[in-house]
T-cell receptor, first 112, second 116 residues
């Protein structure tokens, strides 16, 4: 079945460090891929998305490229800030139905 | 008020209680969803409503009963829950339930449920 696997956390980085959170997927058909972010005490917010292979989603300095050959959608940011501390979820939906599949989430803490 | 709101934000209930969670969206969307978020587990989709009709029920126990009186409101009625039902319950909405074409869900802040 369709699924998303993302790296386990928690991840702790110093401010201005480079961030990578790995995400790989399994899907039938042609999925759309998403990163959601959940700040403490809040619901999930869409961070970025990519709907076809080789698309790059970007927002707030975060980027992720849809790699069909490696079935991956890794999240990157060149220089993290304390305000980026949150839980990040990789997700996919396919063109076969109305299901969203989420990863388990990766907690990121950025320390000054 | 904008976006997706959920009430209450926190709820503690006994196993014999009956309670309801409420979700309201102010985005003009036609699809609404209930998710369960447990620690160290992927979000679990529970129910999907599209234009007030339930289109998905992911093998959710009958002690959870959804209700969607209109496209803006969604309820989750709870009765005789178990301690393992303790979790964060998230509501979401989207333009329609054909996620492959729209692809974006907007989430509420969740209700933190504790079952004693």
């Amino acid at each position: 079945g369709d699924s998303v696997t993302q790296m386990e956390g928690p991840v702790t980085l110093s401010e201005e460090a480079f961030l990578t959170i790995n995400c790989t997927y399994t899907a039938t058909g042609y999925p759309s891929l998403f990163w959601y972010v959940q700040y403490p005490g809040e619901g999930l917010q869409l961070l970025l998305k990519a709907t076809k292979a080789d698309d790059k989603g970007s927002n707030k300095g975060f980027e992720a490229t849809y790699r069909k050959e490696t079935t991956s959608f890794h999240l990157e940011k060149g220089s993290v800030q304390v305000s980026d501390s949150a839980v990040y979820f990789c997700a996919l939906t396919t063109n076969t139905g109305n299901q969203f599949y989420f990863g388990t989430g990766t907690s990121l803490t950025v320390i000054p | 008020e904008t976006g997706v709101t959920q009430t209450p934000r926190h709820l503690v209930m006994g196993m014999t209680n009956k309670k309801s969670l409420k979700c309201e969206q102010h985005l003009g969307h036609n699809a609404m969803y209930w998710y369960k978020q447990s620690a160290k587990k992927p979000l679990e989709l529970m129910f999907v409503y599209n234009f007030k009709e339930q289109t998905e029920n992911n093998s959710v126990p009958s002690r959870f009963s959804p209700e969607c009186p209109n496209s803006s409101h969604l309820f989750l009625h709870l009765h005789t829950l178990q301690p393992e039902d303790s979790a964060l319950y998230l509501c979401a909405s989207s333009q329609e339930a054909a996620l492959s074409t729209v692809g974006t869900q907007y989430f509420g802040p969740g209700t933190r449920l504790t079952v004693l």
